[in-house]
């Protein structure tokens, strides 16, 4: 959940009412011409936005739309119904008005719809997780950095899953325009580099089938 506010108590607030072992509160910047912006956040799964203090939430609700449509976005400190009525209207997910007694259970369900709506996309053999829509991978719970390659080749693994994929189906997933030999060769790197960036999965390894192609195997 990425919060956007000036204010420490809305973040400490959110904290705590979020505060449930599977989420991450993370306070976020939003400048107008300085280097922290939106377009250099890796993608949350929620952003709250502080709507105190006269900033343009309108205006970053649709940049979010826009950027991320799947999104959940809920605006906090709202200082009317009124005004909850335009943010809605924006395309916010939700907008709470200041003093609500549905505050705190308001923030709640929108971090379960925002699961509900990333168990659709997120698919996991055992504990590496592959999220299409944002092209993020995480093995043993920590986010892991993959090439445009690396996550073609992970992507096909992932479509197949328990079976095996050989190694010409890898190579026409994503190499398709190569030479058959040059494509193999190729397919045997991008494996070894997949292999070391999810070594430290304590569940699954990528195995070789000899003659067929590769899998996701339990780990012995």
Do not use: M
Request: proline share 3%.
């Amino acid at each position: 959940v990425a919060v956007v506010s000036d204010d420490a108590h809305v973040v400490d607030a959110i904290s705590a009412t979020l505060a449930d072992g599977e989420t991450l509160v993370a306070l976020r910047a939003w400048t107008v011409n300085g280097a922290s912006s939106p377009s250099g956040w890796d993608r949350p799964d929620v952003v709250v936005l502080d709507d105190a203090g006269g900033v343009d939430t309108a205006g970053r609700i649709g940049y979010l739309r826009r950027r991320w449509p799947t999104l959940l976005v809920a605006a906090v400190s709202v200082a009317s119904d009124s005004r909850s009525a335009a943010l809605l209207d924006a395309g916010a997910d939700d907008a709470i008005v200041i003093g609500s007694a549905t505050y705190a259970p308001r923030l709640r369900a929108i971090g379960r719809r925002a699961r509900a709506v990333n168990a659709a996309t997120r698919i996991a053999v055992g504990d590496v997780v592959f999220e299409r829509e944002a092209r993020r991978v995480w093995c043993a719970g920590r986010e892991v950095e993959l090439s445009p390659r690396e996550l073609a080749v992970l992507d096909c693994l992932f479509w197949k899953a328990p079976h095996t994929v050989s190694t010409d189906a890898l190579a026409d997933y994503v190499w398709g325009d190569a030479e058959t030999n040059v494509r193999r060769g190729v397919v045997e790197v991008y494996i070894g580099y997949l292999r070391k960036k999810l070594a430290s999965s304590r569940q699954v390894v990528i195995g070789t089938v000899r003659g067929e192609g590769y899998r996701f195997e339990p780990r012995s």
